[in-house]
């Protein structure tokens, strides 16, 4: 099965940058499966603004066609999705020890996490670096860095691109369409 990678988030709405950076991760990393986990309800992030089923289906269609890309629901109904509660439930699931896609932004923020210390006991980290980009390692943590792959794209300008109209933004093509059929991020329901 090779090695197994989580990568959490929002993903409110996934793009493009999200799915280049598990791209690049699997073949930099030699990983089996990236596990795309949309987070229910983000404790270090206001509400998302779109429904979890939302989320988690424009996960999937962003993922159709990446072999070994596949989208978890263990933080369904969740009160607060931590980190850590999610990795021991995919360690039981799969019975291995998973890697940890990230980017240095949040893992800059590790230490404000829930029992970070165990979290850092349990995963190997692939952090996704920029120029820049400053963080500390915790003691006892396994780091691989990810150079290279411009996350020049953010989710919130992308929704407001798609408020005013605009659907010339970084999203793969059925993922724009689910948008539009849905109605979400303010656009009417086709």
């Given at each position: 099965?090779?090695?197994?990678a ?5 993903f ?9 950076v598990?791209?690049?991760a699997a ?7 990236v ?11 206001a ?5 979890y089923?939302?989320r988690v289906?424009?996960c999937e ?5 990446g ?8 933080e369904e109904g ?7 509660l999610?990795?021991e439930?995919?360690q039981?699931?799969y019975?291995?020890?998973l ?8 893992f ?5 996490w ?6 850092v006991r349990?995963?190997d980290?692939?952090v ?8 500390a390692?915790?003691e006892?943590?396994s ?10 794209i ?19 093509p059925?993922?724009?369409q ?8 303010g656009?009417?329901?086709?």
């Amino acid at each position: 099965m090779g090695r197994i990678a989580l990568f959490g988030g929002t993903f409110d709405p996934v793009h493009n940058a999200h799915i280049a950076v598990a791209r690049e991760a699997a073949a930099k990393f030699s990983l089996g499966s990236v596990i795309l986990v949309p987070a229910f309800q983000p404790p270090h992030k206001a509400g998302a603004k779109a429904s979890y089923e939302d989320r988690v289906r424009m996960c999937e269609l962003a993922c159709e066609g990446g072999p070994g890309f596949f989208v978890s629901r263990v933080e369904e109904g969740t009160e607060r999705s931590y980190s850590l509660l999610t990795i021991e439930k995919l360690q039981k699931e799969y019975d291995c020890r998973l890697s940890f896609l990230i980017g240095a932004d949040a893992f800059a923020e590790l230490g404000t996490w829930y029992r970070s210390a165990d979290v850092v006991r349990l995963v190997d980290f692939i952090v996704v670096t920029r120029p820049g980009a400053v963080y500390a390692i915790p003691e006892g943590a396994s780091v691989e860095e990810l150079p290279g792959v411009d996350l020049a794209i953010s989710s919130s300008e992308i929704r407001g691109k798609i408020a005013q109209g605009d659907f010339e933004v970084p999203l793969a093509p059925k993922v724009i369409q689910y948008i539009r059929t849905h109605g979400l991020y303010g656009t009417p329901a086709l």
